[in-house]
């Protein structure tokens, strides 16, 4: 009997080598989305800040979705969610942000904020069936028509 593959989340570090081509296929996955660069995703770099919590979902030892979330003075930032195409459509985006969530009460917040873009419409869905609505622009964020900010209580 064969075993099934073992799932695993984990708090992990966004610069290891087996991470890096997960980043790397996220940011060609906007770019392809949002070819006139109208998008800033989150650095590598700033992953690695103190205020920030980098999760990986692994099947068996080898990354296949990652997220982050980014601590702020009175909410959360949920930042650089991706899964790898391969493994759309059987629940791990669910997962893997049931996971950020867990990360923000650990850390005592209630306020989960997102930004995602309008082409990201399986994204949008996903957010939308785990609770969040639209919101206006926050942080950083600007009025753009290519972008949707989010939010959710998780009181």
Request: aromatic share 6%; with cysteine.
């Amino acid at each position: 009997m064969l075993n099934p593959p073992a799932l695993q989340f984990d708090v992990d570090d966004p610069t290891a080598t087996d991470v890096a081509p997960l980043i790397l296929q996220l940011d060609g996955y906007l770019t392809e989305l949002y070819p006139t660069g109208n998008i800033h995703p989150v650095s590598v770099d700033e992953l690695t800040q103190p205020n920030v919590t980098f999760l990986t979902a692994r099947v068996d030892g080898t990354p296949v979705a990652c997220g982050a979330c980014v601590r702020h003075e009175d909410y959360v930032e949920v930042k650089r969610m991706y899964v790898l195409p391969a493994c759309r459509g059987l629940g791990l985006g669910k997962q893997l942000l049931e996971a950020l969530e867990r990360e923000v009460r650990r850390s005592g917040n209630t306020t989960i904020r997102l930004e995602t873009g309008t082409a990201q419409t399986e994204a949008l869905e996903l957010y939308e069936r785990a609770g969040y609505r639209r919101c206006p622009p926050f942080g950083d964020h600007r009025a753009n028509p290519l972008s949707i900010c989010m939010e959710k209580s998780l009181a």
